[in-house]
């Protein structure tokens, strides 16, 4: 069943009535209620390729479409960065196109984190050249380069796809980058290695039209790795590695998580599936987020609003009659992770005696540099294998016991810690106003500067911590689930004075208490402050703490 611009998929049955509100297809309504689906409808944003390789880069960016500009260019990777020099108290009141510089953040989707040294040397002079330099890792286990200037895309493209990487569908209503545990397929208490399906997941849904028009973005993530390491509480989709008490191991499927406005964290089906099923179950659920999800409001277009409506009851009923055609079996939750951390950071053993090493460069931060000389190290002591985290983390497979030591080394060298401090461990940050249209505050400097300012203020903090901070209302680094959340916005200071601050929320946690932090009511700090405050708030939990409780707010 393929679904073009010009012929929505027609699912399975067709429903008519109170959904027709909605937009949604399935109700019968094709008619674009928003300028998104209009320009979705008039043509499939995995079009713009051609234009951007035949048309755009050689006749530059002026001769940009606009409705491509702001809109299909992202079904491959592309917005338009932040004009230098825009500063936040601006914001509000300046229409998107006066933001727009002429130069691009480019998204290179790597599913499932995977990454060999051949891929990180071809991401490393891809930024150096093209990218001043430029390569943040994402917490989606991606890389981003920004000052990507339009002529210099088709190449940017050939090399990446040389090597079998893509920016394909990495921004855009699409099925974007499929998370994936890092450490599948080594690590020793590995319940289940996913590999499989998220490869067969990748091959089957990205650049397919079938599914290249979705009401909004799908996240999906896979893992089968007890320390539940790809953030599955708040994907559209997750499969989450269970024992099944009479099948064995498999998947938990986890449904309709987000953040944003209106957080969500996802609900349990309460099926399991073997992993041979897992590419046909997850098509089946992008496949009712394309046939049933809501496409008139932008702000309501997620998956969480549909399971909202609908419960796991007849979310898991729909899935079975009109998609799989098959009962799905019960199954049990995942269990407790026994670690906190999540990120597989430090010198662990591999299941075939080797060992993987994970490190922590500064808030996602890296360079083009950097990752080559990552790619070398990687080659010099390891089998050529690297991976990205969803925690904006990286890890070197395959490593001999006798040559850790030396890796460690030669990474602390680059100033990538192997054992990190807990504020340099823990704490992420978005894009900010550095490069983000919608920022309205920076991030990546200022939580630079926080750990420092932290690890030389509670040098014997050895606590595991998350802060993470958002330049916006948006959650791009996930602070409604960390203990300390950032959320970037102008605040008054001392002296009446509009100035770069943040809204605190305190307590959110991902794992199986996930749950989003508490807004601290009318508690904004400035930015200048935010070291104060923090370290206030981490010497109150010291000194109050009971044995064993995590912090929390
Ligand atoms: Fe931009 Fe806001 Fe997302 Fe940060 S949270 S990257 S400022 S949209």
Not at 94 to 120: K, N, S
């Amino acid at each position: 069943m393929a679904a073009t611009s010009e012929t929505p998929a027609a699912p399975s049955r067709r429903k008519t009535g109170r959904h027709r509100g909605e937009g949604q297809w399935a109700a019968g309504h094709f008619t674009p209620l928003n300028g998104n689906e209009q320009f979705k409808k008039d043509d499939d944003g995995l079009n713009v390729r051609t234009r951007i390789e035949t048309v755009y880069s050689k006749a530059g960016f002026d001769a940009i479409d606009p409705s491509d500009l702001r809109g299909r260019m992202r079904w491959w990777g592309l917005y338009t960065q932040r004009k230098p020099g825009i500063d936040g108290g601006r914001t509000a009141v300046l229409a998107p196109e006066e933001l727009d510089d002429r130069y691009f953040m480019l998204r290179v989707r790597i599913d499932g984190g995977r990454l060999t040294t051949r891929q990180l040397r071809v991401i490393g002079e891809v930024s150096e050249e093209f990218a001043r330099g430029t390569a943040d890792i994402t917490d989606r286990q991606n890389i981003q380069y920004h000052w990507i200037r339009i002529e210099d895309v088709p190449e940017i493209w050939r090399r990446l796809e040389a090597v079998g990487l893509s920016t394909t569908e990495a921004c855009g209503d699409t099925p974007r980058v499929i998370l994936g545990s890092p450490v599948a397929g080594i690590a020793e208490d590995e319940i289940v290695d996913g590999t499989w399906a998220v490869e067969e997941i990748q091959r089957r849904i990205v650049g397919n039209p079938a599914f290249s028009n979705l009401p909004r973005k799908f996240k999906s993530a896979v893992s089968g790795s007890p320390l539940l390491d790809v953030a599955h509480e708040i994907n559209d989709v997750a499969f989450v590695g269970v024992r099944h008490p009479e099948h064995g191991p498999g998947f938990d499927v986890w449904v309709g998580g987000g953040l944003s406005t209106n957080p969500r964290i996802g609900v349990r089906l309460g099926a399991w599936v073997p992993l041979e099923d897992v590419p046909d179950v997850h098509e089946g659920i992008v496949s009712i987020f394309r046939d049933y999800g809501y496409r008139r409001l932008r702000n309501r277009a997620r998956l969480k609003f549909l399971v909202a409506d609908w419960g796991p009851e007849k979310f898991r009923t729909v899935l079975e009659q009109e998609y799989l055609l098959r009962r799905l079996t019960d199954g049990p939750p995942p269990e407790q992770p026994l670690a906190r951390w999540r990120d597989h950071v430090g010198v662990h053993r591999q299941k075939d005696g080797l060992h993987y090493v994970g490190f922590a460069p500064r808030v996602g931060r890296i360079d083009g540099t950097t990752l080559t000389k990552i790619a070398a190290l990687a080659e010099e002591h390891g089998s050529g294998r690297v991976r990205t985290t969803a925690e904006q983390k990286m890890i070197v497979l395959d490593v001999p016991a006798d040559r850790t030591d030396s890796l460690v080394a030669g990474l602390e060298a680059l100033d990538l810690r192997v054992s990190p401090s807990p504020f340099r461990r823990g704490m992420m940050a978005c894009t900010g106003i550095e490069f983000c249209k919608l920022a309205i505050v920076e991030t990546k400097a200022r939580g630079s500067a926080l750990i420092d300012e932290l690890e030389r203020r509670l040098p014997g903090f050895d606590e595991p911590l998350t802060i993470n901070i958002n330049g916006c209302p948006n959650a791009c680094a996930r602070i409604q689930v960390a203990d300390i959340g950032l959320k970037g916005q102008l605040v008054l200071d001392d002296e009446g004075r509009q100035v770069e601050g943040y809204q605190v929320h305190l307590g959110g946690a991902l794992g199986l208490e996930a749950g989003f932090g508490r807004k601290v009511r009318g508690l904004k700090v400035t930015s200048a402050e935010l070291p104060d405050y923090v370290e206030r708030v981490l010497r109150r939990y010291l000194e109050q703490r009971t044995d064993g409780e995590r912090f929390a707010a």
